[in-house]
């Protein structure tokens, strides 16, 4: 099967979205897709002008989401 959903069979959508702990939506990291397997995804805090203290990370991978804490500490 080539296609799976319309979409190239094998690749999954990936997001990542960042909030601060008062849960306000501050930008979003990531939408793409790519092909299955492990992938690392580097980010600079700078780039996103974000400032120092704890942000939620909120992880989707075609239908499963995982949440994450981070610290940045300039």
Known sequence: NAEKNGRNAGLETVKMDMYSMNGKHH???LNHEFSEGNHTYYFSSKDMN???G???IKARI???TSVYRAVILK
Request: no cysteine; glycine share 8%.
């Open 27 to 29: 930008s979003s990291v």
């Open 50 to 52: 974000l400032s120092q």
């Open 54 to 56: 704890i942000y939620i």
């Open 62 to 64: 075609g239908d499963k």
